[in-house]
């Protein structure tokens, strides 16, 4: 049974620090690109970051150095770190794995395979 767990969420001030972690299990990890979406009230769930089997990475625009994002293939554990937090980065953040022959649709969260529980970021003025 797949099974992806997200955690480090909470509050934090404008412009301070989170580090979320993804932990999975019972798939091949190496064998998956490893993504962060997130989801704001009342709004559709957004792209956040990518992370191939190979170690590449893509970030949406909003985010660039700001956040990274990386993973542990030994661990079999994804982590986005956040800094310079803004208000506008509040939301439910989740992780999710995308088998490698659909990597060119990493964007889009209906060809993701699986999704972690997600964890709540809320980011104060």
């Known amino acids: 049974q797949v099974q992806l767990v997200d955690s480090g969420g909470g509050l934090v001030q404008a412009g301070g620090s989170l580090r979320l972690s993804c932990a999975a299990s019972g798939l091949t990890f190496s064998a998956y690109a490893m993504s962060w979406f997130r989801q704001a009230p009342g709004k559709e769930r957004e792209f956040v970051a990518v992370?191939?089997?190979?170690?590449?990475?893509v970030y949406r625009d909003s985010v660039k150095g700001r956040f990274t994002i990386s993973r542990d293939n030994a661990e079999n554990t994804v982590y986005l770190q956040m800094s310079s937090l803004k208000p506008e980065d509040t939301a439910v953040y989740y992780c999710?794995?995308?088998?490698?022959?659909?990597?060119?649709?990493?964007?889009?969260?209906?060809?993701?395979?699986?999704w972690g529980q997600g964890t709540q970021v809320t980011v104060s003025s």
């Open positions: 992370a191939t089997s190979r170690g590449g990475t």
């Open positions: 999710a794995a995308l088998r490698a022959e659909f990597l060119l649709n990493y964007r889009m969260p209906s060809q993701y395979d699986y």
